[in-house]
């Protein structure tokens, strides 16, 4: 029960935050290439040093199990599951968080694209296309192997990191005009907590601490892993329509029902609070094209979230902190599927002014 | 100069932003446009663009029907 609890509260404070603040992993990756923000490139970095530092830093005070082995991973099958998964995300207008808070908030494209997403995520890890999965990961296998993980390198690297992007974080935003603020009609913490767009700024460093404090906390309970989104919303599916031999994704507990699938009910129930709260809730139903594009957005995570053994959480921000190669291997494509489609799909609609 | 009004309901990111984009690329100068959208990371990303690139807010408001209504002068 302590576990469920645990993953659940996680998830309300990570849904809250992503909604109250208007955080979006896609976008931030889209907009570097869109409208040339590099500044967004410090956004995301601030997420991972932090969470690393805290990581790495609980791993030397043995309050975090860092393993000596991670599982050897297919060139082929990362890059092309994670060039796969960032197109979705940005056909589908926001990756796999994105969906869940839209269905908390209720936008219906939200629900749309998640059950694509399980459907097709469904298909080929448990049903008939595992196959194909086991084919991909079958070929261009290397090893996972980064020196000095587990030595004290990284928590020196990840102090220094931390330390410098938050020192740039706070110069940008001390140096760069105040950004607008929506006329409010409360004051004091209400304001904050119920109608304020949070700043980018604390928002990455409050997700990078949620992040980084999840490995210990779901340590405790057995699941040595942080945030994850693929497998976790598949688990619901394993749990309703059992499967043997399923193909899994960024780690090994959460094809299994526990602190993961509650981590991603949590992060739906967050955006609902955060949405009720600020008296914004009301269902929004998309048009016929919108939908067609949920459709192919979700289809295309569920393929890529599988083959790419993860997605831009567990790989763009979680193992990325925890120096996997596979999940920077995995990152590389998933920047790469987001700005190609951005210049297929999103820049020839601009007219230039 | 009539005012320009173009509805992204049900849109999301980052096409209310792009409609507001064209919307003030064929404006002309003083031309007001007025944007409805329900994408929330729109309430950050339009004015973001306007107060960058110079495009005066006249207003930004709350709907009942859950929307919100940004109105700029180019």
């Known amino acids: 029960m302590a576990t469920l609890a645990s993953g659940l509260l996680f998830g309300v404070l990570f849904g809250f935050v992503v909604k109250r603040s208007r955080f979006c992993m896609t976008g931030l990756v889209r907009d570097i290439y869109l409208e040339k923000r590099l500044y ?12 690393g530092l805290i990581y790495h830093g609980l791993g030397h005070l043995h309050l975090v199990r860092i393993p000596f082995y991670l599982p050897p991973f297919s060139l082929v099958s990362i890059a092309l ?62 090893e996972d192997m980064l020196p000095g993980r587990r030595s004290i390198i990284p928590v020196i690297v990840f102090a220094v990191l931390a330390v410098v992007i938050v020192a740039v974080l706070y110069r940008h935003r001390k140096t760069h005009p105040k950004p607008f603020e929506i006329p409010g009609r409360y004051t004091g913490m209400r304001h904050v907590l119920c109608e304020k767009n949070w700043p980018m700024e604390p928002t990455v460093v409050i997700i990078g601490i949620l992040m980084g404090l999840a490995f210990p906390v779901s340590g405790h309970f057995g699941r040595h892993f942080g945030f994850a989104i693929v497998s976790p919303i598949l688990s ?82 979680v193992g990325t902190a925890q120096l996997s190669l596979k999940s920077w291997y995995a990152l590389v494509f998933l920047v790469l599927g987001i700005w190609m489609a951005t210049r297929l799909l999103l820049k020839p609609a601009l007219k230039k002014g | 100069m009539e005012s320009v009004k173009i509805d992204t309901k049900g849109q999301d990111c980052p096409l209310p932003l792009i409609a507001l984009k064209n919307a003030l690329a064929e404006a002309e100068e003083g031309q007001e446009i007025e944007l ?33 209504t940004i109105k700029v002068r180019k």
Request: charge should be negative; aromatic fraction near 10%; proline fraction near 3%.
């Open chain 1, 236 to 317: 619901w599916a394993y749990t309703a329509f059992p499967a043997r031999g399923i193909v899994g994704s960024c780690n090994p507990y959460d094809t299994m029902f526990g602190w993961g699938s509650m981590l991603v009910v949590g992060i739906v129930v967050g955006s609902l609070v955060a949405t009720v709260v600020a008296r914004e809730f009301s269902i929004v139903l998309p048009d016929a094209s919108t939908a067609v594009k949920m459709v192919i957005g979700g289809v295309l995570m569920g393929l890529g979230g599988v083959w790419g053994h993860g997605c831009l959480i567990a790989n763009g921000l």
């Open chain 2, 36 to 68: 409805e959208f329900t994408c929330p990371e729109a309430t950050v990303n339009l004015p973001n663009h306007c107060q960058e690139a110079g495009v005066e807010i006249l207003s930004f408001d709350k709907n009942e029907s859950k929307s919100w």
């Open chain 1, 40 to 51: 967004n490139i410090a956004l995301i970095a601030a997420i991972v040093a932090v969470e």
């Open chain 1, 81 to 142: 599951g994670s060039l796969l998964f960032g197109i979705g995300a940005v056909v589908s207008s926001g990756c796999l968080t994105s969906t869940l808070v839209k269905c908390g908030d209720g936008r219906v494209a939200g629900l749309i694209s998640l059950v694509a997403f399980v459907l097709t995520g469904y298909f080929v890890s448990a049903g008939p296309g595992k196959d194909v999965s086991k084919y991909l990961r079958s070929f261009f296998i290397v």
